[in-house]
């Protein structure tokens, strides 16, 4: 991915296997928000292609990419801050209901049928990470740990076999640090697969089947959590520098 003369990503070439956690690490800048939003079609990478579930998707369109199965989270929380908790979540559910415009103002049976389901479908996934006894709250007025957990619901609303989390624990205590290792392993239990960016250290090595390494947009390492701890290139390039960050 280059944007303009800056060459942001360049060699990088994985797979993400069903049902692994794989997790991206490298340092501020390495490159790594930018290979999320080439997958999620936020950005057409300048080459390169990228495959999912054996077909190509470079460039498709990020609703489309839903639809075909991946949803994501944001780096910097993006909610609609004004709207209830649980209409946030229904957004995500948008993607996967059939009933048009004309349902809804006719009130046909499709979209009666469709709004019951929408509901039971929010209650779980607001269930599922913690949220349903605040439901009916505006999202601004969530915690940030909680606003980070609301948008995984949202993500997990669209019913994804890929989900993308950039930083998910940024800017959590550590008790809900520990509280969204085990939301990603009971999302992966789910049968969901998991890709990750994660800064802390003590929530990747704890929760990643793999660890990608990106430095200068290049991929320098590939393996398990203790592969990569060991790795010289590896703790020259990111851990080693870890306590100037
Ligand atoms: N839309 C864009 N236009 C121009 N340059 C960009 C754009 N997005 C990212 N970059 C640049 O690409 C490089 C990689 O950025 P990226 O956000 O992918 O890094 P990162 O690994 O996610 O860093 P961080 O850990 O700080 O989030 C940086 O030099 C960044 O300034
Ligand atoms: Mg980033």
């Known amino acids: 991915m280059r944007f303009g ?24 800048g390495a490159g790594k928000t930018t290979v999320f939003n080439c997958i999620t079609a936020f950005l057409r990478p300048t080459a390169g292609r990228i495959l999912f579930e054996g077909q190509e998707i470079t460039g498709l369109r990020p609703d489309l990419v839903v639809k075909r199965g991946i949803a994501r989270t944001f780096q910097m929380i993006r909610l609609f801050p004004d709207l ?6 229904m957004i995500g559910l948008h993607a996967r209901t059939r009933a048009g415009t004309l349902d809804s103002l006719l009130h046909t049976p499709l979209h009666r049928q469709e709004e019951s389901w929408a509901r039971e479908e929010t209650f779980r ?27 995984i619901a949202r993500a997990l609303a669209t019913a994804p076999r890929l989900l993308i ?26 049968g969901i697969t998991v890709l ?50």
């Open 165 to 190: 989390l950039d930083e998910p624990a940024s800017g959590m205590n550590p008790a809900e640090k520990a509280a969204l290792v085990q939301l990603v392993g009971r999302i992966r239990d789910s």
């Open 196 to 245: 990750l960016i994660e800064h802390d250290m003590s929530v990747v090595m704890g929760i990643s089947d793999r660890i990608i390494v990106l430095d200068h947009g290049i991929q320098i390492a590939e393996g398990a959590p203790e592969a990569i701890q060991r790795d010289p290139q590896v703790i020259e390039a990111y851990l080693g520098r870890e306590d100037e960050a």
């Open 125 to 151: 996934w607001l269930t599922f990470v913690g949220l349903e006894s605040h439901a009916h709250y505006r999202a601004r007025e969530l915690a940030y740990g909680n606003q980070r957990r609301l948008e």
């Open 5 to 28: 003369g800056l060459v942001a990503v360049s060699d990088v070439s994985f797979d993400v296997r069903p049902r692994e956690i794989l997790s991206i690490i490298g340092p501020n």
């Open 84 to 89: 209830a908790v649980d209409e946030n979540v």
